[in-house]
């Protein structure tokens, strides 16, 4: 089981930023971000292969969000950029060794973290 530890979730007002951090205890093959409305279903907004760098983010957020991994690959980045209040959610890190599915298929992420919540203001 991988341990994974989300950082930098908070309160900000619409059009702010905030960048959220997510340390792995080791690299795997991908890694993403996904987050949960209060009454929603837990939906994927950007993923990273760690060993090709290939990213893919959700239309929704998409040139707003910006998802990066440090040089050791263990450590996940996600800048969010003009914050809507529709970003409000709790926001969870996955990572994943296995090599099928779509790179945000819930399904194939295996270790999650904690998670971190962001709240935007209007």
């Known amino acids: 089981q991988v341990h994974l530890v989300e950082s930098g979730g908070g309160s900000v007002q619409a059009g702010g930023s905030l960048r959220l951090s997510c340390v792995a205890s080791?690299?795997?093959?991908?890694m993403g971000w996904f987050r949960q409305a209060p009454g929603k279903e837990r939906e994927g907004v950007a993923g990273i292969y760690s060993y090709t760098g290939y990213t893919f983010t959700a239309d929704s957020v998409k040139g707003r969000f910006t998802i990066s991994q440090d040089n050791t690959k263990t450590t996940l980045y996600l800048q969010m950029n003009s914050l809507k209040p529709e970003d409000t959610a709790m926001y969870y890190c996955?990572?994943?060794?296995?090599?099928?599915?779509?790179?945000?298929?819930?399904?194939?992420?295996?270790?999650w973290g904690q998670g971190t919540p962001v709240t935007v203001s209007s």
């Open positions: 080791v690299p795997l093959y991908k």
């Open positions: 996955a990572a994943s060794d296995l090599t099928i599915g779509h790179i945000l298929d819930k399904s194939t992420f295996k270790s």
